[in-house]
């Protein structure tokens, strides 16, 4: 089945940035894969929207702020348990930059998130305490849009809390599953687990691009 997007749908790309992408800080494996697929996307959207991680230096997810934590372990932040990251996408950062062969001309917006040290944000939605919002569901509703394509990095962490946020927020909401990545297989099976349970639908680029990913 093809699927045209309308002035009603939104392609939300993800965190497609150098420190996700290979050599970066926070690489997901085969990262860079998915630009060329999201680039035929765009081609079809009238709207994108794009996020940036945008930590300061002394970001509180960084496992470096916290003395004898390694990357990976957990901390308890004020809003709950908070995963630890290498440092990554440090505000004017080359790891903080877009993938420079992502298409980003025909954004039209860029949300960053993550910009508070005390907090994180995986979500293009809410910050990490859950209930701060970016302003991006106040966006998408002004415009008209009720429709939400997600795309990007990473599939288990900031596209799942994205899609998840999403569907929360009222939004018919679709992963387009090969224009994401995730950090490990296994993550990425229980979180499309997740996504799908909470009524998220799964989809591949063809439906939109007719080229086979
Ligand atoms: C992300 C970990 C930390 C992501 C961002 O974009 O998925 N993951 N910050
Ligand atoms: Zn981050």
Not at 3 to 28: H, Y
Not at 34 to 54: E, G
């Amino acid at each position: 089945m093809r699927l045209s997007p309308t002035e009603t749908d939104v392609l939300l790309v993800i965190d497609v940035q150098n420190d996700f992408c290979t050599g970066g800080a926070l690489a997901v494996p085969n990262g860079d894969d998915i630009v060329p697929i999201i680039n035929r996307l765009q081609d079809r959207f009238p709207n994108v929207v794009l996020t940036q991680d945008w930590h300061p230096a002394d970001h509180t997810s960084f496992a470096s702020q916290h003395k004898g934590k390694n990357a990976f372990d957990t901390v308890t932040a004020a809003y709950g348990a908070q995963v630890l990251w290498p440092d990554h996408c440090v505000q004017n950062t080359p790891g903080a930059d877009l993938h420079a062969d992502l298409a980003s001309a025909h954004a039209q917006l860029i949300i960053r998130k993550g910009f508070r040290r005390a907090v994180d944000s995986y979500s293009a939605f809410f910050e990490n305490d859950r209930t701060t919002p970016t302003g991006l569901t106040g966006y998408l509703r002004e415009r008209g849009i009720d429709r939400v394509f997600l795309t990007g990095l990473a599939t288990d962490v900031c596209v799942r809390f994205s899609a998840m946020d999403a569907r929360n927020e009222g939004f018919d909401t679709l992963l387009i599953i090969d224009a994401c990545r995730g950090l490990s297989d296994d993550a990425v099976s229980k979180a499309v687990t997740a996504m799908k349970e909470a009524g998220v639908r799964i989809m591949e680029s063809f439906a939109v691009t007719g080229v086979a990913a």
